[in-house]
């Protein structure tokens, strides 16, 4: 089936993947980045408000401890993690239905379950501290599950668009939106926090430890917060909404060539042969399920390749992210508890987040958008395992050291930011998108990532437990331990191939070449590289314009 340069026979696949980068794609980005804009935003804000909960509701009146009220464990785990749970949950379901009745039905779902949630999330229904924090775990948890259902369905609708040139790219620039998201939830709660402080001043909880809790101001702040998280998926509900279908999914899944052709007409603005008898060939030689000796004869090693390194991935990135709050002290970014007043705490750890998220977190992601599709996935993942787990180490080892050179701390934890998404937390979210077939392209990549989410539960429950008390011996640690989970991670890498440069058919099999995503991954980069005399003289063959579907984007 397949043609000279290794894309499909059928029209239609070929005309994505040599369409030059056109409106509609940036379009897609967009659209498919603000779901991930929100998810970031959702997930991660609540480290920012979490010891300022701790505060308002785990303070015993008229206590005389010395420090201030602090979330109990249990609670500490749950409020962290419960949304986790939901995502992985969520990931799965979405992720199979995705494949089974389409990406765009159950794309908009997505979007008002967060939404609504995240509204929920800022409510209680009553005042008690097991009102308040059952009834957070409560919405957080289905937070957690739309939020998953983002993940398949996003990567999924960026790769199935895209062309094979700037693929990685795009889909990279969806996830990108992530770390946009993890600026604004510091920056949120540090704006909302420094209003209501401004009007609310408080003494330090060792002068006053009653007065330092700022009731009932603070118990605002951290609602407010919440519930923000609502406005960005509401805001790109509708365009969402008037998506089209993608038409690898119209043509190889529903089995309607003619309707694919006409979509992408619309799209790309060219003449399409439908090709119904092409298409029932193509589709009968790919007609085999996800659990089946077929599936796991040409991507068996490749699903295991990219669920343990996510899996792994997820371990280090969201202990990275939730126990912020618990490293900070030790990098002299914010003040002891007992010396500020609750809105100042949560005050300097915001500011501590968003700066951390702006100068290591946020431009990895862009250089990721800027490389992938020049060094391939395989080398960037490569790398950032290798780098995430030598920082580790080092702040780890040198921890007793590194509490009293605060710039040097800061410097390697801002590193490992940077190399985790100029690195693994970019690529595992775009090798699936990639490497699997269209019949199960969705629910593969929900496997993957519910693995991550699988890791990210063992930080939120596990590793959490290491730094709650923030004692040295234990964040020491807890930093070995991440640092021997991103060597793992970088030698599960071998089990995952090379795919830039080539269509999904071809990285797949489906185009007749059962061998082309299975390769080495030395001989998969090499397969990738470079751009071959057809890609151009296809490029000059499908204009820009996209005329029609942006009109109906607009309507």
Not at 348 to 366: D, E, H, N, R
Request: hydrophobic letters at 45%; charged letters at 15%; proline letters at 3%.
């Amino acid at each position: 089936m397949a043609d000279a340069d290794g894309g499909s026979n059928l029209a239609v696949l070929d005309a994505l993947d040599s369409a030059r980068t056109q409106m509609y794609h940036m379009k897609a980005i967009v659209i498919a980045g603000m779901g991930f804009f929100t998810d970031a935003y959702d997930l991660f804000c609540i480290s920012t408000v979490s010891k300022l909960l701790g505060r308002l509701y785990y303070q015993p009146d008229g206590s005389t401890d010395s420090k201030p009220g602090g979330l109990s464990k249990t609670a500490n785990n749950m409020v962290n993690g419960v949304a986790l749970v939901g995502t992985l949950m969520g990931q799965l379901v979405f992720g199979y239905f995705g494949d089974k009745l389409g990406r765009k039905r159950v794309y908009g779902v997505t979007l008002v379950l967060m939404a609504a949630c995240a509204i929920g999330s800022g409510l209680s229904f009553g005042s008690s501290r097991k009102a308040v924090i059952g009834t957070l775990c409560f919405f957080r948890f289905w937070l957690g599950f739309g939020i998953g259902g983002d993940y398949p369905l996003s990567a999924t609708i960026m790769s199935e668009y895209s062309n094979k040139k700037t693929r990685g790219a795009f889909i990279a620039a969806v996830f990108a939106m992530q770390g946009v998201g993890i600026i604004f939830a510091g920056l949120v709660s540090m704006i909302v926090s420094s209003i209501f402080l401004r009007y609310n001043k408080a003494p330090s909880y060792t002068e006053n430890h009653d007065l330092s809790r700022q009731m009932p101001a603070a118990d605002y702040v951290w609602r407010i917060v919440l519930m923000i998280g609502a406005f960005p998926a509401l805001a790109t509900f509708y365009w969402r909404m008037k998506m089209p279908e993608t038409a690898r999914y119209t043509a190889i899944i529903d089995g309607n060539a003619k309707q694919a052709a006409n979509d992408m007409q619309k799209v790309l603005s060219i003449e399409i042969e439908a090709e119904q008898e092409k298409l029932a060939k193509f589709n009968a030689a790919n007609n085999y399920p996800l659990l089946s000796m077929e599936f796991a004869r040409r991507h068996g090693l490749h699903l295991i390749g990219t669920t343990t390194t996510w899996f792994l991935l997820d371990i280090a990135f969201y202990s990275q992210n939730l126990t912020q709050k618990d490293i900070f002290p030790a990098m002299g970014l914010i003040s002891g508890a007992a010396e500020v007043n609750a809105l100042t705490e949560m005050f300097q750890i915001s500011k501590a987040s968003f700066l951390v998220a702006l100068l290591g977190t946020f431009p990895g992601y862009w250089v990721t958008v800027a490389l992938i599709d020049k060094m391939g996935r395989y080398m960037i993942q490569l790398i950032g395992f290798f780098m995430m787990s030598m920082f580790m180490l080092a702040m780890g080892i040198l921890y007793d050291y590194l509490k009293t050179h605060h710039f040097l701390f800061g410097l390697l934890y801002a590193l490992t930011f940077f190399f985790a998404n100029f690195g693994p937390n970019s690529t595992t979210f775009v090798l699936p998108a990639e490497l699997f077939p269209t019949r199960v392209r969705s629910t593969c990549h929900a496997i993957s990532a519910a693995a991550g989410k699988a890791g990210a539960i063992v930080a939120a429950f596990g590793i959490q437990k290491l730094t709650y008390n923030s004692q040295v011996k234990s964040i020491k640690k807890a930093l070995i331990i991440l640092s021997i989970t991103n060597m793992l991670g970088f030698f599960f890498t071998f089990l995952v191939p090379e795919t830039m440069g080539r269509s999904l058919e071809e990285i797949s099999g489906e185009d007749g070449n059962t061998g082309a995503g299975g390769g080495s991954a030395p001989a998969a980069v090499n397969a990738g590289v470079g751009v071959s005399a057809s890609d151009v003289s296809r490029d000059e063959k499908f204009p820009a314009s996209s005329t029609e579907w942006q009109t109906s984007m607009h309507a």
